[in-house]
């Protein structure tokens, strides 16, 4: 019989069991192969052997119980115990990459799959110490490698416990434990500034460590491509490609548009008071993570309410005073079709994203590169960042 007694092996590969048996004065009737005291199988001809895939089964030791038996009942059995061998994970606990006020983010580190492969890895918290994955855990797929594990819907103003782990079907392994606290404010400050190129006030709010207008920019020149509704030239054909302008900024300005919802734009580009920037995709990430995450920054970014949003508004508390509203867009392409008040809005970023946002949902509903054609030809919010 192989394998020898005592012989080792690591879980997930396969062990040949090789049986020779034979009756002198009779006929083998059946051979079964008993592993840890279940009968697994039973081979009636020759060549007598059983292969045994060690996926599932435990690490540690195991017997394997052989037993002959002939044509007339008789039988003789030879044990034999065999070791299986696993390896367990490691993995590191980084430091915390980003903190907000309901969202945070935390890297780990799998140096060693080890054996059997992990299946699963992620964080998991709590607020007392020690946290396990029967605490609050993300999932991720993986098996090695540096990962981002998000820990979401954090209450403001506490101190959370955190760690990472690894997970295979025998065991789960812990990185060392690392704490931080939300912050307790969704804004720190707040107050207004005025534009000098046209004297227009903004209200502007300090979100985190970011200085943000808290409304769409307003600004308009005879060489800025925007968008304010019934003022925008309609007499380019619907594939011209060249600039395209306001047709009577005067009268722009004062539409009850303008004043509300600012205006929208096709350029990125030297649009903002001087001090402030167009932002880029990540400073606009680090504004949505800090507020909660994608899953639920537009609701505390949107206005509150039914005036500038239709029903249901969902979710929206503007508990960030950001105060999103739904401005619309223009899609440039198709005979310059503006469509979305109340229901939509979406803003640029100066590496040409996207952040769009609905009436119909508390997350964001996009964010990411304006990758699709029409895009390119579309006409969007912008806020002012200040450098």
């Excluded at 001809?45 to 045994?52: A, D, M, N, R, S």
């Excluded at 009942?73 to 034999?80: A, F, Q």
């Excluded at 955190?162 to 065991?171: G, H, L, M």
């Excluded at 800025?224 to 594939?239: F, G, L, M, R, S």
Aim: overall charge negative; some cysteine.
């Amino acid at each position: 019989m192989t394998p020898s007694n005592n012989y080792s092996i690591y879980k997930g590969d396969s062990i040949i069991i090789n049986v020779q048996a034979n009756d002198p004065d009779g006929l083998i009737e059946n051979i079964d192969f008993i592993i840890d005291n279940n009968n697994v199988y039973q081979a009636k001809i020759e060549p007598y052997k059983y292969v045994w895939h060690t996926n599932d089964a435990k690490g540690g030791q195991h017997s394997i119980k052989i037993t002959a038996t002939d044509n007339e009942g008789s039988h003789t059995s030879k044990m034999i115990n065999i070791e299986i061998k696993t390896i367990s994970p490691i993995i590191q606990t980084l430091p915390i990459s980003f903190i907000g006020t309901t969202y945070a983010t935390l890297k780990g580190n799998v140096t060693s799959t080890g054996i059997p492969a992990i299946y699963n890895m992620g964080v998991c918290w709590n607020t007392s110490g020690n946290p396990i994955i029967e605490d609050n855990k993300t999932i991720l797929a993986g098996d090695t490698g540096t990962y981002i594990g998000e820990l979401k819907e954090l209450l403001l103003g506490t101190k959370y416990f955190v760690k990472t782990y690894a997970r295979n079907i025998d065991t789960i392994v812990y990185g060392d434990e690392v704490s931080f606290s939300t912050y307790n404010i969704y804004y720190s400050d707040s107050g207004s500034f005025t534009d000098n190129r046209d004297s227009t006030i903004y209200k502007w709010i300090k979100i985190g460590n970011q200085i943000w207008m808290a409304e769409n920019l307003k600004y308009l020149a005879s060489n800025i491509q925007a968008y304010v509704p019934n003022y925008y030239d309609p007499t380019y054909p619907w594939n011209y490609t060249g600039p395209r302008y306001i047709r009577d900024i005067p009268l722009a300005r004062a539409s009850e548009y303008y004043q509300t919802y600012g205006c929208l734009y096709h350029d990125q580009t030297n649009l903002c008071p001087n001090g402030w920037h167009i932002p880029s995709s990540t400073e606009f990430l680090e504004l949505i993570n800090y507020v909660g995450g994608k899953d639920v920054a537009a609701g505390v970014m949107k206005e509150s309410g039914t005036e500038h949003w239709d029903s249901p508004n969902t979710g929206a508390t503007n508990k960030t005073n950001y105060t999103v509203l739904g401005a619309g867009s223009l899609n440039n392409k198709y005979n310059d079709n503006y469509t979305g008040l109340k229901t939509r809005c979406a803003f640029w970023t100066s590496d040409l994203y996207l952040v769009r946002i609905q009436y119909d949902s508390e997350g964001i509903i996009n964010f990411g590169p304006a990758i699709y054609p029409e895009d390119t030809w579309c006409f969007y919010s912008i806020r002012c960042i200040k450098d």
